[in-house]
């Protein structure tokens, strides 16, 4: 198995659609940047994503935000493979179609099975549509179970 961030490495500039996430891959964001403490992708909002206001549903904001996250925790550097535990949101500002956001995602802290994430989804006026924070366990899973 290719270490996944050498693998997510050479996927920078590419629409991230053959990740190991299914619902990851629906959003077709771009991967920016990565590395084994930040991510940064970019996403286009499309009517999928909107609830009936024509603005970016909440629950698919935070789906991005959880994705990223647990994007960049694959990579973070761990034997095992680490699922979410808990995951706080806060809308602060709408997203309609066409919209570009920038999600940016930092890992706080590293520990031996709990790392801690914040997240933050931003327009390209630099406002802030939403940010998150969450916790990710470890679990008996081993990344080199997984396939890529």
């Given amino acids: 198995m290719i270490a996944p961030l050498e693998y997510f490495s050479k996927q920078i500039g590419k629409k991230l659609d053959k990740t190991p996430s299914a619902a990851g891959n629906w959003l077709q964001g771009t991967l920016l940047e990565i590395s084994e403490n930040h991510i940064k992708i970019e996403y286009t909002v499309n009517p999928g994503m909107c609830n009936p206001a024509k603005i970016l549903h909440g629950g698919v904001a935070s789906l991005m935000l959880d994705d990223a996250i647990g994007l960049?925790?694959?990579?973070?550097?761990?034997?095992?493979?680490?699922?979410?535990?808990?995951?706080?949101?806060?809308?602060?500002?709408?997203?309609?179609?066409?919209?570009?956001?920038?999600?940016?995602?930092?890992?706080?802290?590293?520990?031996?099975?709990?790392?801690?994430?914040?997240?933050?989804?931003?327009?390209?006026?630099?406002?802030?549509?939403?940010?998150?924070?969450?916790?990710?366990?470890?679990?008996?899973?081993?990344?080199?179970?997984?396939?890529?």
């Fill in 72 to 148: 960049g925790n694959f990579v973070a550097g761990s034997e095992y493979l680490m699922t979410s535990i808990n995951l706080s949101v806060d809308f602060l500002s709408s997203a309609k179609v066409g919209t570009t956001l920038e999600l940016e995602a930092k890992l706080i802290r590293s520990g031996s099975n709990l790392n801690h994430w914040e997240a933050v989804i931003k327009k390209e006026s630099g406002k802030i549509v939403a940010k998150a924070s969450s916790n990710m366990i470890k679990t008996h899973v081993k990344l080199v179970d997984l396939k890529l």
